[in-house]
């Protein structure tokens, strides 16, 4: 496979919406900046309706070039704007919520004896 020179993304459409790495990428891939906001939008809307975004979803969500895909994926990967799981799903230890339950109950008793003794 040839080496391609990065594509100069100056002065193209969206590429003052990139970040430094974003432009890099971009450059690197020689994927128009307009192009790779498109897959970004797209993957980060995905992921916030599903919960994740699989490597497997990306692939079928769009007919791009699978390496230019992954290296985007990849990216909002690392920088947390994507997850490649489900995520867990933590249950409250037992009893965290009696305490809540307890201070709530307790707050609510000082402002009533707060209250009556204003009244006296």
Aim: charged letters at 30%; aromatic letters at 4%; hydrophobic letters at 40%.
């Amino acid at each position: 496979q040839r080496h391609q020179r990065p594509l100069d993304i100056r002065g193209l459409p969206g590429a003052e919406l990139l970040t430094a790495w974003e432009g890099e990428l971009c450059a690197g891939c020689r994927l128009l900046p307009v192009h790779y906001l498109a897959l970004k939008e797209a993957l980060m809307r995905r992921c916030l309706k599903e919960g994740h975004v699989s490597r497997t979803d990306a692939r079928a969500m769009f007919k791009v070039d699978g390496h230019k895909l992954m290296r985007v994926y990849d990216l909002l990967l690392s920088v947390g704007w994507l997850r490649d799981e489900p995520a867990a799903q933590e249950e409250p230890p037992a009893g965290a919520g009696d305490d809540a339950q307890k201070s709530d109950a307790a707050e609510a008793a000082g402002e009533a004896e707060g209250a009556a003794g204003a009244n006296k």
